[in-house]
């Protein structure tokens, strides 16, 4: 009689036991993510996680806020104590944790309870499932928006102010977006504050009701839009083993430049031809499109406010 096999996740965990126990990974060494771990094994995200989380609940990895998953301090012994106190705040520390370091995907509550040390029925006397789970994540990141508002500042500088931040935000935790479609708005507490003093900034602005409502939904769009291809790049390196300039220099370009390409788009080829004005490349820096498409959209609004109060003979506001 055969003997069974094992799962993919226990011989994948027993490897990474393996590296730690021979010092090849030493404590605070960051350990594989689970994008990285699927990828050099060739299994599923799933079993990544359940490999990883196998290594947390048996102590050997800790996870650290902003410094994702690492080999855990040596210790002579166990109390068998529990670190800290469970509470709904840690709850909430690491599954922002694991959502920042190892995407949306990878959140559960299976993965939170194995990183808090306790059964996953455990968590439901703090959050009644993942739905709600998600909810309270976004809520305590939208928490953290620092910004200087004043009502007496300008319309536009307000509006920036409280953009910039939202940005920072979504540039820090780009799953944030991910979370639900931008037509299904989520009635978080955090997320209204920002969205009633957006609000109250356009108004000086004299729009109609549903016009200053569609440009404070656009801001938001322009923000979340943006910052959740930076979500989408890390997917895409796990998917491919490539940075966005190795993809572009081995997929795109031997394309793109072709003679045939070149011949057909006489304006792309005016810009990336070989006499090109950009024929030494084009490098897309997410920061600086934020910053443009804010100015183009707010030269906009602006625009249009004059355009109406002149339309009604009224003197538009600042």
């Excluded at 670190?83 to 939170?112: F, H, K, N, Q, Y």
């Excluded at 789970?133 to 928006?145: C, E, I, K, R």
């Excluded at 031997?254 to 792309?268: G, L």
């Amino acid at each position: 009689m055969s003997e069974p096999i094992e799962p993919p996740y226990v011989r994948i965990a027993a490897e990474l036991t393996r590296r730690i126990t021979e010092r090849e990974l030493s404590a605070g060494d960051k350990v594989p993510s689970t994008r990285q771990v699927a990828q050099e094994f060739g299994v599923a995200l799933a079993t990544a996680t359940k490999a990883l989380d196998v290594l947390r609940n048996k102590g050997v990895v800790i996870t650290r806020p902003r410094s994702g998953t690492v080999v855990a301090p040596r210790r002579a012994g166990n109390s068998g104590a529990p670190a800290t106190e469970l509470t709904r705040e840690r709850v909430l520390t690491e599954a922002i944790s694991i959502a920042d370091t190892e995407g949306l995907e990878a959140v559960s509550m299976r993965a939170v309870a194995g990183r808090c040390g306790v059964a996953p029925m455990t968590l439901y006397r703090l959050v009644e499932g993942k739905d709600q789970l998600l909810m309270a994540m976004s809520d305590s990141v939208y928490g953290t928006l620092s910004f200087e508002d004043a009502e007496s500042e300008p319309w536009r500088t307000r509006v920036e102010a409280m953009a910039t931040a939202l940005w920072r935000v979504h540039r820090a935790h780009p799953w944030l977006g991910l979370v639900h479609p931008l037509t299904r708005p989520l009635p978080l507490p955090n997320l209204l504050g920002i969205s009633d003093r957006l609000l109250g900034s356009l108004e000086v602005l004299g729009l109609p009701p549903k016009l200053q409502f569609d440009v404070h939904v656009l801001v938001y769009s322009h923000i979340v839009g943006l910052a959740s291809n930076f979500e989408r790049e890390d997917i895409a390196v796990s998917d491919t083993g490539l940075s966005s300039e190795e993809w572009t220099d081995l997929q795109f370009l031997p394309s793109a430049n072709h003679k045939s390409i070149m011949n057909r788009y006489p304006h792309f080829a005016k810009l990336f031809g070989h006499f090109g004005s950009l024929s030494s490349g084009y490098d897309m820096d997410l920061d600086e499109m934020f910053q443009l498409g804010l100015n183009l959209l707010l030269d906009g609004v602006a625009a249009l406010a004059a355009r109406l109060a002149a339309e009604g003979g009224q003197t538009p506001g600042v």
